[in-house]
């Protein structure tokens, strides 16, 4: 990577600490944390700690837990160290590796948790064999998510730019989307395939408002939630930036002079491994 490459990277893990992380990760993240249920000498594997959110901030539950936490790229786990202060290497151990598969032996951990799961790929089921595999009998999974419906605005209008434009492999990339965020029954499902009882999923709505396409487009919430998705259904087009420059001309034509709402369907996970008393 060169110099520049790097900068701009940098200034990228900069953005998502300094925006992304308290408009929109902590929304989920403070959820999350209300629903460990610590014991003592817990010990709890963090799938996707990025900066250390919420890692860092779950010390302070119980004075005798240990944390580790995972990702997968250097410069997030900088600023990790960083805000673990005196913690890390005695209460936090901040590793760079990938969810799926884990290195750690089986029944290892008391808990395993990930803020905003989605974001570690669509491969979900492979993190919750994972998490099955690592947790101790009766041990807690807990992680969160956008549920189906989040950013239907903007699915409904990549709908219409697709049927306008006769692009179907737009229209395929985009029900493939809608579809792949999942509601609270696959949910269950998933979980319940992997070994997993006592499922609750916990959900909550709330919208990213904006008065313009500029605005919507500008926000570190869509940019890290939402943008890679659009434009991975765009890229079902042979030119994908005209798909992008429909959508954001649509969004300021029939919302002119209105707010742009953007819906977001929270949701938070918590399940029990099989087995033990």
């Not at 064999?129 to 189906?148: H, I, K, N």
């Not at 409904?156 to 697709?162: G, I, K, T």
């Not at 030119?239 to 029939?254: K, N, S």
């Not at 209105?258 to 399940?271: D, K, Q, S, W, Y």
Request: charged letters at 30%; a negative charge; hydrophobic letters at 45%.
């Amino acid at each position: 990577m060169s110099a520049e490459e790097e900068a701009r990277a940098l200034e990228r893990v900069l953005r998502y600490d300094a925006a992304f992380v308290p408009r929109f990760a902590q929304r989920f993240g403070r959820r999350l944390l209300d629903a460990l249920d610590l014991g003592p000498k817990s010990s709890a594997l963090d799938l996707a700690c990025r900066t250390g959110y919420p890692s860092v901030d779950l010390l302070d539950r119980r004075d005798d837990l240990r944390v580790i936490a995972l990702d997968t790229e250097a410069q997030h786990l900088e600023l990790a160290r960083a805000r673990a202060g005196a913690a890390l290497g005695r209460r936090l151990f901040v590793k760079q590796g990938a969810a799926y598969p884990l290195s750690f032996g089986d029944g290892v951990f008391t808990h395993v948790f990930a803020n905003l799961v989605d974001r570690l790929g669509v491969e979900r089921e492979a993190v919750i064999r994972e998490a099955a595999r690592v947790l101790a009998p009766r041990g807690q999974l807990a992680f969160t998510l956008c549920l189906r419906g989040s950013f239907a605005e903007v699915v409904d209008l990549l709908r219409e730019v697709a049927l306008a434009r006769d692009l179907p492999g737009v229209s395929e990339r985009v029900e493939h989307y809608a579809a792949s965020l999942p509601d609270e029954d696959a949910l269950r499902a998933e979980l319940t395939r992997r070994g997993f009882d006592d499922v609750l999923v916990e959900s909550w709505e709330f919208t990213l408002d904006h008065p313009s396409a500029e605005s919507l487009f500008g926000d570190a919430a869509v940019e890290f939630a939402a943008l890679p998705a659009w434009r991975w259904c765009a890229e079902g087009a042979p030119q994908p930036e005209p798909v992008i420059r429909a959508l954001r001309h649509a969004i300021d034509t029939y919302y002119q002079g209105r707010t742009f709402a953007l819906t977001v369907v929270g949701g938070c996970v918590t399940a029990r491994r099989e087995g033990g008393d």
